[in-house]
């Protein structure tokens, strides 16, 4: 007689098995280069962080390069120097984008991705339309990972697709975010690099 294999071993298998698989989705991670609207022209800014098993941002991190201060608020904005500050607005979380670059990273240019971040808002407190912009900041961050960068008075949406046609490493492809699935279940489709026209939330995490 052949002795079956205990209901513990099975368990524990199945118990290896998955956390296996969640290993090797942690090791994946992604920065994406977003516009939306908002304000005079539109806001460029970056969100990175790990990728799921469906392909989608995971406890992404924001960063994005926004005016203090009370000539923030004035049409004086669109000429003067003013105090800014590298952070998230709500706004980043919650409005439609119009263009997003996504670029896949190994675990070890995402941690070089972060420290970056992390210096740049410790050296850029001041901001200006012409001089320098949401969009010279995500062009310091794509610098700062061996990117080429668009000019950065170019609007938002049209800098990100610039960066997208100077950077792709494969053959250019445009993914529309409302073709990639149905439900919550749907899969981003994966390439090294990838423009879509509107972040692809995950309906069981509309906060991320």
Same mark, same amino acid.
């Given at each position: 007689?052949?002795?079956?294999?205990? %209901?513990?071993?099975?368990? %524990?298998?199945?118990?290896?098995?998955?956390?296996?698989?969640?290993?090797?989705?942690?090791?994946?991670y992604a920065v994406e280069?977003?516009?939306?609207?908002?304000?005079?022209?539109?806001?460029?800014?970056?969100?990175?962080?790990?990728?799921?098993?469906?392909?989608?941002?995971?406890?992404?991190?924001? @960063?994005?390069?926004? +005016?203090?201060?009370?000539?923030?608020?004035?049409?004086? *904005?669109?000429?003067?120097?003013?105090?800014?500050?590298?952070? @998230?607005?709500?706004?980043?979380?919650? !409005?439609?984008?119009?263009?997003?670059?996504?670029?896949?990273?190994?675990?070890?240019?995402?941690?070089?991705?972060?420290?970056?971040?992390?210096?740049?808002?410790?050296?850029?407190?001041?901001?200006?339309? *012409?001089?320098?912009?949401?969009?010279?900041?995500?062009?310091?961050?794509?610098?700062?990972?061996?990117?080429? %960068?668009?000019?950065? *008075?170019? *609007?938002?949406?049209?800098?990100?697709?610039?960066?997208?046609?100077?950077? !792709?490493?494969?053959? +250019?492809?445009?993914?529309? @975010?409302?073709?990639?699935? !149905?439900?919550?279940?749907?899969?981003?489709?994966?390439?090294?690099? !990838?423009?879509?026209?509107?972040?692809?939330?995950?309906?069981?995490?509309?906060?991320?």
């Amino acid at each position: 007689m052949i002795a079956r294999p205990r %209901a513990s071993l099975v368990v %524990a298998a199945l118990l290896l098995a998955g956390l296996a698989s969640a290993a090797a989705a942690s090791d994946r991670y992604a920065v994406e280069f977003r516009a939306r609207s908002g304000g005079l022209l539109g806001h460029t800014y970056v969100a990175y962080g790990p990728i799921d098993g469906d392909g989608r941002l995971h406890r992404a991190r924001y @960063a994005g390069f926004y +005016p203090s201060g009370i000539l923030s608020q004035t049409p004086l *904005l669109a000429v003067m120097v003013t105090p800014a500050s590298v952070g @998230a607005e709500t706004w980043d979380r919650t !409005k439609p984008t119009e263009m997003v670059y996504r670029r896949e990273l190994s675990a070890r240019a995402y941690t070089h991705l972060d420290g970056e971040v992390r210096a740049l808002r410790q050296t850029r407190p001041f901001w200006h339309l *012409l001089f320098y912009n949401c969009n010279s900041f995500a062009a310091d961050v794509a610098e700062s990972m061996g990117l080429r %960068a668009p000019s950065t *008075l170019e *609007l938002p949406k049209d800098f990100v697709q610039g960066l997208y046609v100077l950077n !792709k490493r494969a053959r +250019p492809r445009l993914v529309y @975010a409302e073709a990639v699935g !149905k439900g919550a279940g749907g899969r981003v489709q994966e390439a090294p690099d !990838k423009l879509f026209l509107r972040t692809i939330r995950d309906p069981r995490r509309p906060d991320e």
